[in-house]
Protein backbone atom coordinates (compact mmCIF):
# COMPACT_ATOMS: atom_id res chain seq x y z
CA UNK A 1 0.00 0.00 0.00
CA UNK A 2 1.45 3.52 -1.15
CA UNK A 3 1.85 5.60 1.98
CA UNK A 4 -0.11 8.09 0.33
CA UNK A 5 -3.38 6.05 0.68
CA UNK A 6 -4.25 5.88 4.15
CA UNK A 7 -6.09 2.26 3.45
CA UNK A 8 -7.18 0.05 0.78
CA UNK A 9 -10.01 1.36 -1.02
CA UNK A 10 -12.84 -0.68 0.51
CA UNK A 11 -11.81 -0.06 3.51
CA UNK A 12 -11.22 4.25 2.98
CA UNK A 13 -15.22 4.22 2.17
CA UNK A 14 -16.17 2.50 5.62
CA UNK A 15 -14.51 5.01 7.35
CA UNK A 16 -17.03 8.26 8.43
CA UNK A 17 -16.97 11.04 6.09
CA UNK A 18 -15.42 13.37 8.87
CA UNK A 19 -12.70 11.02 9.86
CA UNK A 20 -12.27 10.70 6.30
CA UNK A 21 -12.00 14.46 6.34
CA UNK A 22 -9.84 14.79 9.32
CA UNK A 23 -7.08 12.47 7.68
CA UNK A 24 -6.95 14.64 4.49
CA UNK A 25 -6.61 17.75 6.48
CA UNK A 26 -4.40 16.71 8.50
CA UNK A 27 -1.92 14.80 5.51
CA UNK A 28 1.34 16.97 4.28
CA UNK A 29 2.99 15.74 1.48
CA UNK A 30 6.43 15.20 2.03
CA UNK A 31 6.01 12.84 4.72
CA UNK A 32 5.99 9.92 2.12
CA UNK A 33 9.87 11.14 1.51
CA UNK A 34 10.95 11.00 4.52
CA UNK A 35 9.57 13.94 6.47
CA UNK A 36 7.34 13.10 9.63
CA UNK A 37 3.36 12.76 9.57
CA UNK A 38 1.54 15.94 11.89
CA UNK A 39 0.63 14.73 14.88
CA UNK A 40 -2.94 15.76 13.99
CA UNK A 41 -2.51 12.83 11.05
CA UNK A 42 -0.80 10.13 13.57
CA UNK A 43 -3.92 10.57 15.46
CA UNK A 44 -6.45 10.35 13.18
CA UNK A 45 -4.87 7.13 11.38
CA UNK A 46 -5.01 5.58 14.67
CA UNK A 47 -8.37 6.44 15.48
CA UNK A 48 -9.09 5.08 12.04
CA UNK A 49 -7.65 1.57 12.19
CA UNK A 50 -9.55 1.67 15.53
CA UNK A 51 -12.56 2.13 14.15
CA UNK A 52 -11.90 -0.29 11.39
CA UNK A 53 -11.15 -3.00 13.72
CA UNK A 54 -14.69 -2.20 15.59
CA UNK A 55 -16.62 -2.32 12.92
CA UNK A 56 -14.64 -5.19 10.46
CA UNK A 57 -17.78 -7.53 11.77
CA UNK A 58 -20.08 -5.18 10.11
CA UNK A 59 -18.12 -4.54 6.97
CA UNK A 60 -18.14 -8.42 5.70
CA UNK A 61 -20.51 -9.15 2.80
Known sequence: ???V???CREHWHTL???LRAWIG?????GFT???HPT???VRAHLIALH???EHSEE???
Open 33 to 35: TGA
Open 39 to 41: PSY
Open 51 to 53: WIR
Open 1 to 3: MPL
Open 25 to 29: RAYRE
Open 5 to 7: RWG
Open 59 to 61: LQP
Open 16 to 18: PND
